[in-house]
């Protein structure tokens, strides 16, 4: 009797086990096909919606590239505010002094006009630099290479700073002219301001500046001097113009911008670039389709200038 009832015992549990079993692999296949599904719709929205969500997320990035993180404004590009810069230059103008007015002047004037990083010019201290050898003498004076400690000021995040030391060329201008020094000076950041303007709105808008920067003026013992930018591959810069004037109805044509022998592409003594029209520049910073091609590209070597 006991063995019978052990029997149905066991024959029950066997039945039991067989239906709970049946029921979850039917509920577990429930559930794989409803997750299948949810799945799937997911993607189909995900799909659905891609080009509308990346193109948000497009312009969204790039207004908050262009955004300046100080005033919340529009960004000149995206390395530069002006107006943030500029207040910072003008913050900083008790802290600086060349030792002559005009200079001050001139140089304050041009750091409230600037418009991009690379169209302002700073009054450096002499011992900021290490002067290297001559590696020439222009149409103003001895030309000399150096290192420029602190480097240039730029703008990073929320804030202004130096951030490396950069190699400049140092061009001592004869009998120290401070008039010269000027005229030369506003020439060059004129020519830089216009091509630079020019470059950002053309195919060039990603490549580096087609003539040198001017990053300002020292003085040693000596007298008066301009740092420059020193250039490696002047020939290129040449290339450069020359290529935005045959491409390009925008760009400011003139007669009077020259590209002399030694700087044409594939030429071996690359060194500088020339216009025999040395008009001194606009001082109010006016900006035309002629003005551009009225100046010459001072460069650090500047060795063709007679």
């Not at 019978?4 to 979850?24: R, S, T, V």
């Not at 969500?53 to 955004?67: K, Q, T």
């Not at 580096?208 to 001017?214: A, D, E, N, Q, T």
Request: charged share 20%; glycine share 6%; aromatic share 12%.
């Amino acid at each position: 009797m006991e063995s019978f009832c052990n029997f149905f015992m066991l024959a029950g549990y066997y039945i039991f086990y067989f239906i709970i079993a049946k029921k979850i692999d039917y509920v577990i296949s429930l559930l794989s096909t409803t997750g299948f599904l949810i799945l799937f719709y997911v993607i189909v929205l995900i799909f659905r919606n891609f080009c509308f969500f990346s193109a948000l997320y497009g312009e969204l990035c790039a207004r908050l590239l262009f955004l300046c993180p100080l005033c919340s404004k529009e960004k000149n590009n995206s390395a530069w505010c002006k107006e943030c810069g500029v207040k910072f230059l003008e913050n900083n103008f008790n802290n600086w002094t060349s030792g002559d007015q005009i200079i001050d002047n001139t140089i304050k004037d041009i750091q409230i006009k600037s418009n991009l990083p690379i169209d302002f010019v700073e009054w450096i201290l002499y011992e900021q630099l290490e002067k290297g050898e001559k590696i020439g003498r222009g149409g103003f004076g001895d030309i000399y290479s150096a290192f420029w400690k602190q480097g240039p000021i730029s703008m990073h995040g929320n804030e202004f700073k130096r951030t490396r030391g950069v190699k400049v060329a140092l061009k001592r201008l004869m009998n120290n002219d401070i008039e010269k020094y000027k005229s030369e000076l506003c020439m060059h950041i004129n020519c830089c301001t216009n091509l630079n303007l020019y470059t950002t709105r053309t195919q060039f808008s990603t490549a580096r500046s087609p003539i040198l920067r001017c990053y300002g003026l020292t003085k040693d013992d000596e007298g008066y001097m301009i740092v420059m930018q020193l250039a490696k591959h002047a020939a290129d810069k040449a290339q450069n113009i020359q290529k935005m004037q045959t491409t390009s109805s925008e760009f400011p044509h003139n007669n009077n911008l020259e590209f002399p022998d030694n700087t044409r592409p594939g030429s071996p003594d690359n060194t500088s670039l020339k216009s025999p029209d040395r008009q001194n520049c606009i001082e109010n910073n006016t900006t035309s389709k002629s003005t551009t091609g009225q100046y010459r590209d001072p460069d650090q070597f500047d060795l063709t200038i007679p």
